[in-house]
Antibody
Framework: EVQLVQSGAEVKKPGGFLKISCKGSGYSFSNYFTSYWIVWVRQMPGKGLEYMGIIYPPDSDIRYSPAFEGQVTISADTSISTAYLQWNSLEASDTAMYYC????????????????????WGQGTLVTVSS | QSVLTQPPSVSGAPGQRVTISCIGSSSNIGAGYDVTWYQQLPGTAPQLLIYDANNRPSGVPDRFSGSKSDTSASLAITGLQAEDEADYYCQSYDTRLGGSIFGTGTKVTVL
């Protein structure tokens, strides 16, 4: 059974550093042919889902949404089957629930291999940024 | 950021049929990309409902179905039940943004 387990809730001050994690199990995180893409999704209080970016852990192919490029860093450590989302300088507006999700790569003749759907979701990590 | 537009809310009585629209454009749904639907129950993480246009993961009842036409898609819920009260999101790929996009979300209320 594929599972994604995220790190616990965080309370941080503006300007601080934060790195949250998403540990995968039930599949081969590092195998190029059978792994899943990991996506990070933001949900601000009372709002909808926002795509932040994705990573394919076996080769660290990383793609950011234009809205989040330069604001966060996505990474992964295949030795411990974990993906990360990092902020170097938090702002109050980063207060939100953050979800990771896993999607299988599918082929589209226009855009090649990409996770066009996200099948498995973590439980979410609540990040609160307040002075 | 979202370029997939959904109605903010829909409602129906138990047993009724409701539909949720997801209006996109030529750079996403109209470009031929499939639409995925997620259900988010109150206080929980989203979960996959419909993928590859109209496939359901195991455990999702066949009361849920998806369809797509031109630049829009729809999710239909037949035989509405109290447990269907949740937020629903569509998702696709957008060539202009070079990545996935989510719809604005729809809250389904069972009267």
């Amino acid at each position: 059974e594929v599972q994604l387990v995220q790190s616990g809730a965080e309370v941080k001050k503006p300007g601080g550093f934060l790195k949250i994690s998403c540990k995968g199990s039930g599949y081969s995180f590092s195998n190029y042919f059978t792994s899943y893409w990991i996506v990070w999704v933001r949900q601000m209080p009372g709002k909808g889902l926002e795509y932040m970016g994705i990573i394919y852990p076996p080769d660290s192919d990383i793609r950011y949404s234009p809205a989040f490029e330069g604001q966060v860093t996505i990474s992964a450590d295949t030795s411990i089957s974990t993906a990360y989302l990092q902020w170097n300088s938090l702002e109050a507006s980063d207060t939100a629930m953050y979800y990771c999700a896993a999607g299988p790569p599918s082929y589209n003749v226009l855009t090649g291999y990409y996770p066009y759907s996200f099948h498995y979701w973590g439980q979410g990590t609540l990040v609160t940024v307040s002075s | 950021q979202s370029v997939l537009t959904q109605p903010p809310s829909v409602s129906g009585a138990p047993g009724q049929r409701v539909t949720i629209s997801c209006i996109g454009s030529s750079s996403n749904i109209g470009a031929g990309y499939d639409v995925t639907w997620y259900q988010q129950l109150p206080g929980t993480a989203p979960q996959l409902l419909i993928y590859d246009a109209n496939n359901r993961p195991s455990g999702v009842p066949d009361r849920f179905s998806g369809s797509k036409s031109d630049t829009s898609a729809s999710l239909a819920i037949t035989g509405l039940q109290a447990e269907d009260e949740a937020d629903y999101y569509c998702q696709s790929y957008d060539t202009r943004l070079g990545g996935s996009i989510f719809g604005t979300g729809t809250k389904v209320t069972v009267l």
